[in-house]
């Protein structure tokens, strides 16, 4: 014998009953409805046992998509110290954090009043130094690529320490010397010495060759 359930609150009730035992509603004919036997009782669907957590997981989502746009507009709209600025594109930008870039020296020459160096050793290297013998002292000269791709070329020297090697770490060249840093691109001080930065100049490039003109070395004077 099939079993009959109420049509309001599907109590399970006897095929002779007038009155559901549950909830007192009328079943039977004098109801209007019928109760619903077993074997064409529609299942109700199951509810969702983890919509908390589906909540939780697009929050989070949400979140990380904020954080990377946010990360994404500063980096478009990072100021740019006002000489790498105006420096020449020369490739995709160059990330480096979680890296260490050590200094290495690599050659160079004069040519018709310019400093002359090899672009593929800055792209190889990643932070070259060279030196211009001038006729009252040597002036060392640092390059690396910005992280806009921009041909970073300045002075080799961080007052007052004197300071003429640098490493790149994290984002920031850090004085060799002492705990400075700078960030690559701003030249915005990290920690101590805001205006000691290695000093950014003008240079070009031509073909293969970074040029800077004799004139900005000879013309450079300390900041201390």
């Not at 100021?79 to 200094?103: L, S, W």
Request: hydrophobic share 35%; aromatic share 8%.
């Amino acid at each position: 014998m099939s079993k009959i359930f109420c049509p309001q609150c599907d109590s399970e009730i006897k095929s002779s009953a007038k009155f559901c035992p549950q909830c007192g509603s009328t079943v039977g004919e004098s109801s209007g409805e019928q109760p619903t036997p077993m074997e064409n009782r529609t299942k109700k669907p199951d509810k969702d046992p983890m919509p908390k957590a589906k909540f939780a997981i697009a929050g989070l989502f949400g979140v990380i998509v904020i954080i990377l746009i946010v990360i994404f507009y500063n980096f478009l709209t990072i100021e740019e110290h006002g000489v790498i600025a105006a420096q020449p594109t020369v490739g995709d930008g160059k990330f480096y954090e979680d890296r260490t870039i050590e200094m290495v020296d690599v050659p160079s020459h004069v040519q018709d009043g310019y400093l002359v160096f090899s672009l593929d050793d800055v792209f190889e290297h990643e932070l070259v130094r060279v030196e211009y013998d001038g006729p009252t002292a040597e002036i060392p000269v640092l390059a690396y690529i910005s992280p806009k791709g921009k041909l970073v070329t300045a002075i080799s020297i961080s007052e007052p320490c004197n300071a003429t090697q640098f490493t790149i770490i994290d984002g920031a060249i850090k004085c060799n010397n002492c705990d400075a840093r700078w960030e690559v691109g701003t030249m915005q001080a990290l920690t101590c010495c805001p205006n000691n930065y290695p000093d950014p100049i003008n240079s070009e490039v031509v073909g293969n060759e970074v040029r800077v003109p004799i004139t900005t070395l000879e013309e450079w004077r300390r900041r201390l």
